[in-house]
């Protein structure tokens, strides 16, 4: 094997050169020859045709091509230009009969490896063995060419690919590259993100003009990670965790930091969620232990008015004139007092329950009411508020949440009218029955509205059309996942200028029909005289119940459970109205034991709460349908009636 071709046969795995020779004259033929006498082994063909040509060829494998310029079918740059057009890389030499430079020179130019003339076929070996090298040379960088095409091809797939945004981003900060996540994450097209300034879609702080400093921090000759924010287009702007590196010099091309952009909009707003939460039970727990401790004197308040107000009505009745009268006034107007602030508490209630996730059939409209007078000192300064309700049946809903949900709207609505405007500005609370069957509840307000572009991005977190450390973006949000777990829906209505409507759609329940009262205040004649056993760790509470209940019935009272068991150990008792929350030991623990001693007590010892119904206290009750609790502030008349309905055994779902 001759020397010339070692590497080259080693490159192509055989020892054979496969030469397509095209001729009309004889020199062609004697280049063969000439390369069999150089002890080279060769495999051959002739191609005298244009069609013997490409038939060769497209069998393929040829090494090279030895044509004469003057071909059967024209000159050899014809067939040069061909070969070129449809891509058939193989070296070609040409040989001439004898010498012309002009000749070679076209030829060369054309795109022909190698030129020689008959006169010295002795040099084609040597030719030969330095085009193929070439050819071989040439193929090897093309091959690199590819490859390193298609590596950059795998790397940018998987740079595109990528859950995170990815940024190159150049020395003065204007951005030379984005993969497809970052683009969908700012909301624009990767080609107009293209020559844009960093500091225009990140920012330290939303709203304001740190574009330098961010530059500073990010673009530095260390690894940075921090936290900004990120400009979505026309919506709020998001939340992305940033880490950039510098690139260095080498084969860093325009770009001389990569930035990873994570974002972290969605983790924001479950934090800010969780903050909510908590800041909601912590206000629940608050507003708990409010109730118990303004029930207590409220009750006795309550009750005491009640019976200042009897013995008025009996004083006036033996000394009639304008002391009686005034009295009667005076307690009149401090009755009407303490029921308002019965009221308030009573609405404080809702938010002793707001971390409770428990669904039941609900009637909207106390709901309603309690969100009216909560929202009252904000809307009343702004706007006049009205009610428009119909007759709907119950809802499955939680309570405390759909109070948030409709509070919610209305100090929304409130604060979307402008101030000084409260004489004829409106918020309407309204409700109804959907044409498919829903029942809907409405708040329309009269304020600044809302155009269709701030529509659409309303349910949007940390979207807010309130100024700044106003609205934290969240609110309606989080109304609108309270609604969905109902089953139900918010729409939005509204117009700049006239004002917006947001309705919630909620499914009924199945129980078609309003709750039951709670408690039956029908004016009643004692049944009879009895024996009432009365347990409060209040002092005043327990004198305010004797001073109601002792007319119709002999009270004891008592202001422990282990006072109240010796009393029962020694005296018989026809009922027992026991505190929920004592210091010695609760309601519940005194009722498991009473009943347990004393069966013919089981359906008549009841409850008096301080007006929060503790999960524990609601199961207890909920295991026997029968046995009764009364919320404290209560009136005289209330206590006297729940007090009868104690002794007739008429509970809930009590057998008539």
Request: charged residues 20%.
């Amino acid at each position: 094997m001759h020397v010339l071709f070692h590497d080259y046969f080693q490159t192509v795995g055989r020892t054979t050169l496969r030469v397509l020779v095209v001729h009309e004259r004889p020199a062609s033929t004697h280049a063969v020859a000439e390369l069999v006498s150089a002890n080279i082994h060769t495999e051959s063909r002739y191609a005298g045709t244009r069609e013997q040509v490409w038939a060769a060829l497209s069998d393929g494998g040829w090494d090279v091509v030895l044509s004469d310029f003057r071909t059967p079918f024209g000159s050899v740059l014809d067939l040069i230009a061909e070969l070129r057009s449809n891509g058939a890389d193989v070296p070609l030499i040409v040989i001439s009969d004898t010498p012309n430079n002009d000749e070679a020179m076209l030829a060369l130019k054309a795109g022909a490896s190698d030129y020689v003339s008959a006169d010295r076929l002795s040099l084609l070996p040597a030719l030969l063995g330095r085009t193929l090298r070439e050819a071989v040379a040439v193929s090897e960088r093309r091959r690199a060419e590819v490859l390193l095409k298609l590596s950059e091809l795998r790397y940018r797939r998987m740079v595109e690919a990528a859950n995170e945004g990815v940024v190159a981003v150049d020395l003065g900060g204007c951005i030379t590259y984005v993969n497809q996540r970052f683009a969908d994450m700012v909301h624009q097209p990767a080609a107009d993100i293209l020559g844009t300034r960093l500091g225009h879609l990140l920012a330290i702080r939303a709203g304001t003009h740190d574009h330098d400093a961010l530059a500073e921090r990010l673009l530095s000759d260390q690894v940075v990670r921090m936290e900004c924010q990120v400009k979505r287009g026309d919506g709020p702007w998001g939340w992305a965790l940033i880490s950039s590196t510098p690139l260095g010099s080498d084969d860093a091309g325009p770009a001389t930091h990569l930035l990873m952009v994570m974002e972290t909009t969605e983790q924001r707003v479950l934090q800010a969620q969780l903050t909510i939460s908590d800041r909601m039970a912590a206000v629940g727990m608050l507003a708990a232990g409010v109730v118990h401790e303004i029930n207590n004197p409220l009750a006795v308040t309550l009750a005491n008015l009640d019976l200042i107000s009897r013995d008025v009505d009996l004083l006036e009745s033996e000394f009639p004139g304008e002391i009686t009268d005034a009295l009667k006034e005076e307690a009149e107007d401090a009755l009407v007092a303490a029921r308002r602030v019965s009221a308030i508490v009573k609405d404080l209630r809702l938010f002793s329950h707001a971390e409770s996730s428990v669904v039941a059939p609900i009637d909207v409209h106390p709901v309603l009411d309690s969100c009216c007078r909560m929202a009252n000192n904000e809307v009343r300064h702004r706007a006049r508020l009205t009610k428009e309700y119909s007759k709907v049946p119950l809802v499955e809903a939680n309570e405390a949440r759909l109070s948030q949900v409709v509070l919610n709207l209305l100090i929304n609505a409130a604060q979307a009218i402008p101030g000084g405007n409260a004489a004829t500005a409106r918020i309407t609370v309204a409700t109804g029955v959907a044409p498919d069957g829903r029942v809907e509840i409405a708040v329309r307000d009269t304020g600044v509205g809302m155009s269709p572009r701030e529509l659409r991005q309303l349910f949007t977190p940390f979207y807010t059309t309130k100024p700044a450390g106003v609205g934290t973006g969240l609110g309606l949000m989080i109304s609108q996942r309270l609604v969905h777990e109902f089953g139900g829906e918010i729409a939005v209505s509204s117009e700049v200028g006239v004002g917006s409507e947001f309705r919630v759609l909620l499914p009924p329940s199945p129980s078609a029909s309003l709750p039951a009262p709670g408690l039956d205040t029908r004016s009643a004649a004692p049944i009879a005289r009895h024996r009432l056993l009365v347990i409060d760790d209040e002092p005043t509470i327990r004198t305010t119940i004797h001073r109601a209940l002792s007319e119709y019935h002999d009270v004891i009272l008592a202001s422990s459970a282990s006072q109240a068991l010796a009393e029962l150990q020694a005296h018989a008792f026809d009922a027992v109205l026991s505190d929920v929350m004592m210091p010695e030991m609760s309601g519940i623990e005194l009722c498991k034991i009473v009943i347990d001693k004393y069966p013919e007590l089981t359906h008549r010892f009841a409850f008096l709460t301080g007006g929060v119904l503790n999960p524990a206290l609601v199961a207890f009750l909920e295991q026997d349908p029968h046995r009764l609790a009364l919320e404290k502030p209560f009136t005289v008349r209330t206590l006297q009636t729940f007090v009868e309905q104690l002794l007739e055994g008429s509970g809930p779902d009590a057998a008539p």
